[in-house]
Structure formats: structure tokens, C-alpha cells
């Protein structure tokens, strides 16, 4: 019904760039947000930024002026530009959409998440 496909993780020397794209399809009527979110072995899964319809973004002190959260709205896509990394932004980074899904005359709003894709930041 909804996929969410995430692409563009990696390896990647500390101080270096890597960019995370997250495709949403299905039969969605409105894209109300959608952001990144990022787990770490044996902690809880953190926010790292989102985007809302509007376009104002949010993020996580920890990346702020680092990382970059960007939408295309014609695409159902939306980017995370990761630069200076670290290897404390080791991950793996999830892809979250809160959507509403049209089916005929009925309107849904839910929460939905990628696959996850694995950053790992390391020399």
C-alpha cells in the first residue's frame, strides 16, 4: 500500500559526505512530514530531521550545521545531505513519512518507516 525506499548509505571516512534519498509511493493524498530518524547499536532510535509540508525543518542539535534535510515534492522524495561526519553519526538511518492515504472517497493519516539503511563512519 506504502513503501518507502531508502537508498545512499554507506562506509565513509570521518570528516567525510554521504547523501540518504527516501522515495515514497503508493496512494498517498498528502505528504505532512517525512524525516530522518537513526538508531545506534544498543540505543534508542533518535530524531535527526524533519520537513514538513510547509517546508520548515527541524533537527537534532548533534547535526545541526552539518547535515541538510531537502524534499521534492514532484518525487514523494526527500534527502538528507550528510557532511563533516563522524563516527558518532554511525547508524543505521530511518526513513519516516507521516502520510495521508486516499482510498476512494476515505482519508487515512499514519506513520510510516523505511527499511533502514546503514551509515557507517569510520577510518
Known amino acids: 500500500q506504502v513503501q518507502l525506499v531508502e537508498s545512499g548509505g554507506g562506509l565513509v571516512q570521518p570528516g567525510g559526505s554521504l547523501r540518504l534519498s527516501c522515495a515514497a509511493s503508493g496512494t498517498i493524498a498528502t505528504i505532512n512530514a517525512m524525516g530522518w530518524y537513526r538508531q545506534a547499536p544498543g540505543k534508542e532510535r533518535d530524531l535527526v530531521a524533519t520537513?514538513?509540508?510547509?517546508?520548515?525543518?527541524n533537527y537534532a542539535d548533534s547535526v545541526k550545521g552539518r547535515f541538510t534535510i531537502s524534499r521534492d515534492n514532484a518525487k514523494n522524495t526527500v534527502y538528507l545531505q550528510m557532511n563533516s561526519l563522524k563516527p558518532e553519526d554511525t547508524a543505521v538511518y530511518y526513513c519516516?513519512?507521516?502520510?495521508?492515504?486516499?482510498?476512494?472517497?476515505?482519508?487515512?493519516?499514519?506513520?510510516?518507516w523505511g527499511q533502514g539503511t546503514q551509515v557507517t563512519v569510520s577510518s
Open positions: 520537513i514538513i509540508s510547509g517546508g520548515s525543518t
Open positions: 519516516y513519512a507521516d502520510l495521508t492515504l486516499q482510498s476512494g472517497w476515505v482519508f487515512n493519516k499514519g506513520d510510516y
